[in-house]
């Protein structure tokens, strides 16, 4: 069954560094890739998502992942960090065959100015 | 467009008691989802409808939880007797259809807090 794994439950960066938060997927298929961002007593919103076309995907708010067959990965940049990016991020995946979209645990991202 | 809503946002209730949740999809969106979200996890899917036919309610504790969508529009879930690991934000999505491919949206949530 498919899974996703973030690394690191919370990442902290300074406002205007680099964001990366990890993504590591477990699919015994071709799977589909998702990043939500969740912020404080709000619904998840959709960042981006891979659905085997380009590997590098660009979404909303300056953020893109890179799908990476390699090392099954779809880790989440985003060159400069704004205060307003501050929120819970979480990846998922799915498969095409699947009505089900596994959820990781969440990384929660903190800019310090 | 009107999102995804949901009432009521807040719900605190004591072990053993019942509880319902209420969910109004976008306009025109078939597919219609339960996700459980408890505190420091991901969400996880509770129950999948297509219209008003259920799609997988695989991981849904069926003795306990119910849901429907009687008019393939608006739905209730609900929670009879409630426990305390039930405690949990309890989230509303929808989309056009099924499948990866088309995006979900999701509501605020309902946060149930069970003492």
């Known amino acids: 069954a498919q899974s996703v794994t973030q690394l690191g439950s919370h990442v902290s960066v300074s406002e205007g560094a680099l964001v990366l938060l990890r993504c590591n997927y477990s699919?015994?298929?071709?799977?589909?890739l998702f990043w939500y961002v969740q912020y404080p007593n709000q619904g998840l919103q959709l960042l981006l998502k891979?659905?085997?076309?380009?590997?590098l995907v660009k979404g909303i708010n300056g953020f893109e992942a890179e799908f990476k067959k390699s090392e099954t990965s779809f880790h989440l940049t985003k060159p400069s960090a704004h205060m307003s990016d501050a929120a819970e991020y979480f990846c998922a995946v799915s498969d095409e065959g699947s009505n089900d979209m596994r959820f990781g645990a969440g990384t929660r991202l903190t800019v310090k100015p | 467009e009107a999102g995804v809503a949901q009432s009521p946002r807040y719900k605190i209730i004591e072990k053993r008691q019942s509880v319902a949740f209420w969910c109004n999809p976008i306009?025109?969106?078939?597919?219609l989802y339960w996700y459980q979200q408890i505190l420091g996890q991901g969400p996880k899917l509770l129950i999948q409808f297509q219209n008003n036919g259920v799609v997988d309610d695989s991981q849904l504790p069926k003795d306990r939880f119910s849901a429907e969508r009687l008019k393939g529009v608006d739905s209730t879930l609900k929670i009879q007797p409630a426990k305390l690991e039930d405690s949990a934000v309890y989230l509303c999505?929808?989309?056009?259809?099924?499948?990866?491919?088309?995006?979900?949206?999701f509501g605020p949530g309902t946060r149930l807090t069970v003492l």
């Open positions: 891979y659905t085997s076309a380009a590997t």
């Open positions: 699919s015994s298929v071709p799977p589909y």
């Open positions: 306009s025109g969106h078939a597919t």
């Open positions: 999505a929808s989309s056009l259809a099924g499948g990866p491919f088309n995006e979900q949206f």
